[in-house]
């Protein structure tokens, strides 16, 4: 029984493996570690087995049959929080209870001692950034936890304030793996589990250090979401299986709609009260967006004043291309620089100034030199330039040209004479003169022998051979091979990034 359990499960796991990098997941140990299985001995029966992923489905709002099927299974294997399930289910139950009774104690949690709720028996609380992650400055990351307790503190009774030395109650740090928490909270690199945190009075919320944490864009996953869901956890919250609940176990987008449904308002006021004086502030998801990406900006100007290299080459972009003039363009959140073909780079410039109409953090970018166009692409749609006038009927859905939503890289690819836009494991081509996709396609990207799935961007040389880029990385594509021919670091490899020493250099005496 339970071997052919297990096989049916793994079978499964593979027929997904071959959409995404393989997700490392064991169904057992995945119930073990968010607390549906104990964890004496792993020795489970099939019963127990049935329950633990009947509880799972029923918070993650799954169809509760009991099996392992592949929506299950696919559930497992989305990037989430690393807090344990175990209890929320009983104390959603009884936040329920209490709105419908208005009485605070239902029957006794059954899986947690009868202990009243962990809480804070204060107020105001003071909280501190440990250390700093990789991509993004220390400034937005201060303005994005900022925002991430105002959440909070706008719809409940406590008052936050930042304590940048000395003790804090609450203290938010970047991990890499095991960070002497226990085997368990071990970090498992990008994607899995994205962050955790502890109930109070401890005080203390990780974050895997190998994330690519953003402010804004579709790559990565946003910090200040992140940061807002484990501020959850360190004031006593515990995860909900309502949709739209900051609070759910599962990473969220920063999107139009509220941050904070009425789920998390409930829980933080059962525990601390409503705010005082005051009614509840919730600023909608759209404001507290444009909001972040202005933060980038100013903090991208200001730290370019430091004379060095242009912010991105310590970091990661949303896509590049070069023009005619052999200008390459580097685009991030709502800024771009160029690098000219002598190497001196110029920027951040904002996006909107040269091209306006254009929303941030875009996620490819093509200039083709067949009609002297831009293109870029965001989402369900795509916008096209020339020069900096868009033209008529654009921006257009993706869709009624026949590309993906949200691509990964778009180029113009001279060999084929059309532009080439990737998306996850496929590519699409698209005939620039009929705005459609060119029959027979898409095809598996695995035609581009070498080529990682998910780069950021791609350019070709003057010298005709093609480069594609992924976080710190690059792959050198030679059409005429057609493989990859060499990879490495692009900031220091790469002079015509503009993030060569040398060059900057020269560059700063000029
Ligand atoms: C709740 O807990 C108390 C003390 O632990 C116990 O006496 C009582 O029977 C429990 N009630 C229920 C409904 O389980
Ligand atoms: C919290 O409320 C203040 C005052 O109304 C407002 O300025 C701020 O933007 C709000 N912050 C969030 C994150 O909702
Ligand atoms: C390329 O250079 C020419 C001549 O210097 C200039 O007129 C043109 O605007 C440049 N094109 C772009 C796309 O910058
Ligand atoms: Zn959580
Ligand atoms: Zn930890």
């Not at 899986?111 to 400034?139: C, D, F, M």
């Not at 804090?168 to 899995?192: K, M, T």
């Not at 951040?348 to 093509?366: C, G, S």
Request: glycine share 8%.
């Amino acid at each position: 029984m339970r071997a052919a359990w297990i096989l049916t499960a793994s079978a499964l796991v593979c027929a997904r493996a071959a959409a995404r990098p393989p997700p490392a997941l064991d169904p057992e140990d995945f119930l073990e570690k968010y607390g549906y299985l104990h964890q004496d001995h792993h020795i489970h029966n099939a019963v127990e087995v049935q329950a633990a992923i009947r509880e799972f489905q029923w918070l993650s709002r799954l169809p509760v049959t009991g099996e392992l099927d592949s929506p299950t299974l696919r559930q497992m294997a989305e990037p989430r929080c690393g807090v344990s399930d175990e209890g929320s289910q009983q104390t959603w139950a009884q936040r329920v209870h209490v709105i419908f009774t208005g009485k605070s104690r239902l029957a006794n949690r059954s899986r947690r001692s009868a202990a009243p709720a962990e809480k804070w028996y204060k107020r105001h609380l003071t909280y501190q950034i440990v250390n700093w992650p990789q991509h993004l400055s220390p400034g937005s990351v201060r303005l994005a936890v900022r925002a991430a307790f105002q959440l909070w503190s706008n719809v409940s009774g406590l008052v936050f304030q930042e304590a940048p030395e000395g003790p804090a109650d609450i203290r938010l740090a970047f991990y890499e793996g095991d960070h002497n928490d226990g085997s368990s909270n071990a970090f498992d690199g990008p994607g899995g589990t994205l962050a955790h945190a502890f109930l109070p009075r401890r005080g203390e919320a990780h974050f895997d250090m190998a994330e690519r944490w953003t402010l804004n864009g579709h790559k990565g996953h946003n910090l200040f979401m992140v940061t807002a869901h484990e501020v959850g956890h360190t004031l006593g919250l515990e995860h909900s299986p309502v949709r739209h609940a900051l609070m759910s176990p599962y990473y969220r987008k920063l999107g139009r709609s509220l941050v904070l449904s009425w789920d998390d308002i409930m829980a933080v006021q059962q525990l601390y009260g409503k705010p005082l004086g005051d009614r509840p502030v919730r600023l909608p998801g759209q404001v507290l967006h444009a909001a972040l990406q202005e933060w980038e900006f100013t903090e991208l100007q200001s730290r370019e004043e430091i004379p060095g290299q242009p912010v991105y080459c310590r970091g990661v972009f949303d896509a590049i291309t070069i023009d005619q003039n052999d200008t390459v363009l580097v685009f991030r959140g709502g800024a771009y620089w160029t690098v000219s073909a002598g190497g001196g780079a110029v920027g951040p410039l904002p996006l909107r100034q040269r091209w306006p109409d254009l929303p941030p953090a875009i996620e490819a970018a093509a200039f083709s030199p067949l009609d002297s166009k831009w293109y870029f692409f965001k989402g369900k749609r795509v916008w096209r330039y020339t020069g900096d006038s868009l033209d008529p009927g654009f921006p257009r859905k993706s869709s009624e040209m026949g590309l993906p939503h949200h691509p990964d890289t778009a180029f113009y690819y001279s060999p084929l004479g059309h532009m080439v836009v990737f998306k996850g494991s496929r590519y699409s081509v698209l005939d620039l003169k009929t705005l459609r996709q060119v029959p027979y396609y898409p095809r598996r990207l695995t035609d581009w022998t070498g080529v990682p799935q998910g780069t950021n961007g791609a350019l070709t040389r003057p010298d005709g051979r093609l480069y594609l880029f992924r976080e710190q990385r690059f792959w050198r594509f030679d059409p005429v091979k057609v493989r990859v021919t060499r990879e490495g670091q692009w900031a220091g490899d790469l002079s015509w990034t503009g993030c060569s020493s040398s060059i900057r250099h020269s560059n700063t005496i000029l």
